[in-house]
């Protein structure tokens, strides 16, 4: 069986999990929408994924259960059985060998927990396959959007590298459960993100490139373990975002967005790079949306 007919079987798979995540799910399901026998199915998607389907799902449900719980008012009752599981007290249990927390308990309190984020396995294979060797290849600039907002004060729970500059390195570093802990905190400002520190947000020791979210200057909840709290000041953020993209092209649409930067100039509104006032940032890239980031500026004096 050729890499890239898994792969493809795999994100098959994958999409009908997100799409069925709410009814009944079988292996012979999982099987039809595959293309192979069960037997095939179980065992390619655990050799991409690292999970059976059945515990991938399991985490995938109980991870949406969870950002129900924790943003609308609803029975912990209701989302057992919305998502699909036979009594409330098997829902607790295994929300609870999950998260370490019982689900009243989360929704009453809402701390931060490592939520279960799938990652399209086609895309994974595809970054992996193409790494950043065109990233910084532009053949055909297309439009880029490009505004100045302002950002109040405000904190940054972030979770430090040691040696990352970028993504790829990060993730070998520190892993990829970041995000799923980042997105589960209620009161952040924004979407989680990748961030570039200046030298006076760094730690010895730190790494450039890190992930974090911001939430308000009164932010007074738990700080999970191994991340950090920093103070921002209040700045001017230059935001470039990139059209739309299939993908498969994810590498082309980061690289527009940066030749952008690279070849930019904010004096033409009157402005000057500030790198040092804030981090620079990135969200993820995600195709519908085109790809965001932002970089901070002052008034040029």
Known sequence: MERWEKVNAVQRM???????????????????????????????????????????LRAYRLSQAALRLRDEKTRVIDVAFDFVFET???????????????????????????????HDVRAHYLRMQKGEKAMNKNEAVRTIFVQVIDRPSRKLILKRGVNAEHYFDYCDE?????????????????????????????????????????????YSGQIPEGFDLIDLPACKMMVFQGQPY?????????????????????????????DDDAPRFQFEPQGYRGYIEGRPVRFRE
């Open 174 to 218: 520190v892993g990829c459960d970041v995000w799923g802990i980042l997105t589960s905190i209620k009161e952040a400002l924004y979407e989680p993100m990748g961030v570039w520190l200046p030298p006076s947000f760094r730690t010895p020791g730190t790494s450039l490139y890190a992930q974090g979210v911001e939430v308000p200057n009164t």
């Open 246 to 274: 299939q993908d498969d092209h994810f590498e082309e649409a980061i690289g527009e967005v940066w030749e952008a930067i690279k070849t930019y100039s904010p004096k033409i509104y009157g402005f000057e790079w500030a």
């Open 14 to 56: 994958q999409d009908y999990m997100v799409k069925h995540v709410m009814d009944p799910i079988t292996l012979y399901d999982l099987a039809q929408v595959s293309g192979y026998s069960p037997w095939h199915t179980e065992r390619i998607f655990k050799e991409l994924t690292g999970k059976t389907p059945f515990e991938y």
């Open 88 to 118: 409330p007290e098997g829902f607790t249990r295994a929300f609870s060998k999950h998260f370490g927390i019982n689900p009243s308990y989360y929704q009453r309190h809402t701390p931060p927990i490592k939520l279960f984020l799938p």
